[in-house]
């Protein structure tokens, strides 16, 4: 087991490069599943995340080799159509996978995903889909044993939520189907935008991906190639709210102002300096930073659910109250009683929470609950009074490279130790 040991008070100031997208790199990784060739990834960022998905492509009989942030794989020699338990329990995203297999071999027995404990993360959408699909799905014992004897054929399918994962997993069952498949309602995330660009790069026939209805036409096959993952947006987040609530300054390069729209005005509102390029993002701020009024969490362009805790750690020393409502995820409030235990006035019941800043806060023993929980109490630690160990880092480490290193390269205190 490991911690972080984090010593308080020290402004974030300084530039840095920000990495590959988590949430694209998986996908991208599940759709190479699809790929009769070669496939070169490069700014794959290097997360036990993607290490488990380089796993289960080579469960699957792909060659799989990982060169710092350059990931190859070629799935030619694809066999297997089953995904390992413990595989599928590491990470929800394993989920994604369910679609290139069906699409590349015609089955797929895979049990339900694990992940994050943000609440019951139902597959329903999927599943619905892929029947529509001409998939046949039987979960025996929580396995989910599929296979379409009479092939994937392209189908109109309607999402009642604009699901991430569910938009994903028909855009891969999609590419190589007999016939057309439209997405309407689909999610308008930028990661939805990259693994498009990156399936057509292959020879997939996909348009409207970014928007809410997505077209996909059938290919009988598709190819190797080279391609660039997107820069991480919620790591863009993370690091403009650990340079607010420390009074620092940071400019971010590789950073897409555009996938972070909804985030920008949150820290202009708490009185950042924020100054937005095609490729860069400079934010500056003063204290005491100012609450800020409500804050939704929605479905892309509107304020990311997964940027939610992370902003939440910087309001915590925000002069006044602010309120935030959690809309995408049932139980995304872990993080709440360890802030509290860092001297947060923090109170969430339900889908609301409200945190009062206060003047201080102090360093404590806390607990990673989820990802970007643990995230929020690294952020919320930077300007703690005094010393923060930050334990179950294996929970950050699944979405930050090295946290402690690209911190500690913009003025934080904070270093690694193994318990
Ligand atoms: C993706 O998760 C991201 N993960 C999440 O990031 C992110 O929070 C989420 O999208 C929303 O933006 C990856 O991309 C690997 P959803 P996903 O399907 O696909 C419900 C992080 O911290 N739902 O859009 O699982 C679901 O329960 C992670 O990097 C159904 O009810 O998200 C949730 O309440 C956390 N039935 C909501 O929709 C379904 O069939 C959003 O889920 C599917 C989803």
Partial sequence: MQKLVIEGENRI??????????????????????????????????????????????????????????????ARSISGYCVPDELMREMRSSIV????????????????????????RPIDMHIAALRQMGVSIKEEHGVLRCTCPKGLKGAKISLSFPSVGATENIMLAACLAKGDTVIYNAAREPEIADLGNFLNCCGARISGHGSSTIYITGVRGLHGCEYRVMPDRIAVCTLMSAAAITGGEITLTDARARDVDAVIPVFEQMGCTVFAYEDRIFLSAKRPLKAVRTIRTMPYPGFPTDAQAIVMAALTKAHGTSVIVENIFENRYRHVDELVRMGADVKAEGKVAVVEGVGRLYGANVIATDLR???????????????????????????????????????????????
């Fill in 373 to 419: 929980g643990g995230a929020a109490l690294v952020i919320a630690a930077l300007a703690a009074e005094g010393e923060t160990n930050l334990s179950n880092v294996k929970l950050i480490d699944r979405g930050y490279e090295e946290i402690e290193k690209q911190l500690s390269s913009v003025g934080a205190k904070i270093k690694r130790e193994s318990v």
């Fill in 13 to 74: 100031g300084g530039e840095i490069h920000i990495q590959g997208a988590k949430n694209s790199a998986l996908p991208l990784l599940a759709a190479c599943a699809l790929a009769d060739g070669e496939i070169v990834l490069h700014n794959c960022p290097r997360l036990s995340d993607v290490y488990a998905a380089c796993r289960i492509l080579t469960c699957l009989g792909c060659r799989c080799s990982n060169r710092g942030n350059t990931v190859e794989v070629n």
């Fill in 97 to 120: 996978f369910l679609g290139a297999i069906l699409g590349r071999l015609g089955e797929c027995s895979l049990s339900f995903p694990g992940g994050c404990e943000l609440g019951p």
